[in-house]
């Protein structure tokens, strides 16, 4: 026996405390892999929290399945007990919903697990959670491990990457400002009577953005300048731009997108500075004297304003009958902005239209 009691499974017998793990708690993924929360020989007290998520379209159930050991397999290892998460949030598609699993294993022998599927509850919507507390040396005494079949059930470990390729398919995504302020945006595809195209999708170059107005605020002086976003989306730009207390009118052509937006504006908390919301269609003569009688403006920014569906390839068949975005952008511009005003934009190149446009 070691110090205090223990043996070399780490059990101090004498007590009753545990005071390393003796072998890994697991959860049960696809295919019946057991895949580590916590690992064989963590000090106690210890917590991880791992995301997890769906293995099929539109799941309405996910197993958690926690069990002990070290095997590959968990038909090899100890069944602890599970836990279900229900009803999830439909329609949905797989591999993006975003489930948390929390485990605590403390010094007294017990171990207790939490799982919540977590973007409904960041938008502070009703949300599935679930809970299981048990004995980590009463391993086997959650009865049998269930049938870990193919059910439309099992969860698989969420990829970080895959999310970022497609941030489309999330329901909603944290960007931290340069400040330290964390922002929740709203995501409004998940849904069908939500999805609005484009609009509603926050994309990377936006993210840039939002961190050039936080990063450069010094030099920008955004404190009470009046200034005008071009295709708000999802007004992470607008927040940010408020946050440093710019006066911001954000227009977006599109309705929809800017009812997204206010959401995620009214959401994001106090401001420094005003978000206006504004629908400008650049195709609209009377918009487009309505934006240049509310100037001037200090400042005129945007994000992924041209792409390849709006460029001047026209490659997209809606588009066909109105000039090519990047020839409407610079006319704009030349309409919208004086000899004193910055212009900030944020394009991202795809296949070449963005050098098409700074040429």
Not at 4 to 13: N, T
Not at 76 to 105: C, H, I, K, W
Not at 161 to 185: N, Y
Request: aromatic fraction near 6%; hydrophobic fraction near 40%.
């Amino acid at each position: 026996e070691g110090a205090d009691g223990a043996d070399g499974s780490g059990v101090c017998r004498g007590g009753g405390v545990v005071q390393e793990l003796p072998l890994s708690v697991c959860v049960r993924v696809a295919d019946g892999v057991c895949e580590p929360l916590l690992h064989r020989g963590a000090r106690l007290p210890a917590q991880a929290t791992r995301l997890f998520t769906t293995t099929e379209d539109d799941q309405a159930v996910a197993y958690i399945d926690l069990f002990l050991g070290e095997r590959p397999f968990c038909a090899g290892n100890l069944f602890l007990g599970r836990l279900e998460l229900a009803p999830l949030p439909t329609p949905s598609y797989r591999s993006f919903m975003q489930l948390e699993v929390v485990a605590d294993a403390a010094l007294d022998g017990t171990l207790a697990c939490r799982a919540a599927e977590i973007e409904s509850r960041a938008l502070g919507e009703p949300h599935s959670e679930a809970a299981w507390e048990g004995e980590l040396l009463a391993a086997g005494g959650g009865g049998p491990a269930p049938d870990g079949g193919r059910d439309g059930r099992e969860i698989a470990v969420f990829s970080h990457a895959l999310a970022k390729h497609l941030p489309v398919l999330l329901a909603t995504r944290t960007v931290r400002l340069p400040g330290g302020r964390d922002v929740i945006i709203r995501q409004h595809q998940r849904r069908q009577e939500e999805r609005v195209g484009t609009g509603g999708v926050l994309w990377e170059a936006a993210i840039v953005l939002a961190d050039y107005v936080g990063r450069h605020a010094e030099t920008m002086a955004w404190q009470g300048r009046r200034v005008l976003e071009l295709g708000a989306g999802t007004g992470l730009v607008a927040i940010a731009l408020a946050a440093e207390g710019a006066e911001v009118w954000a227009t977006d052509g599109n309705e929809r997108a800017l009812d997204g937006a206010r959401r995620n504006v009214e959401g994001a908390g106090p401001l420094r500075g005003r978000v206006q919301l504004e629908v400008f269609d650049w195709n609209s003569v009377d918009d487009l004297a309505r934006i240049r009688a509310a100037g001037p403006w200090d400042a005129v920014v945007g994000s992924d304003l041209v792409y390849p569906g709006n460029a001047g390839r026209r490659c997209v068949a809606s588009n066909e009958a109105r000039h090519p975005a990047d020839e409407t952008l610079l006319w704009l511009v030349a309409q919208l902005a004086g000899p004193e005003t910055d212009v900030v934009f944020a394009l991202k190149d795809r296949t070449g239209e963005v050098n098409r446009f700074s040429e």
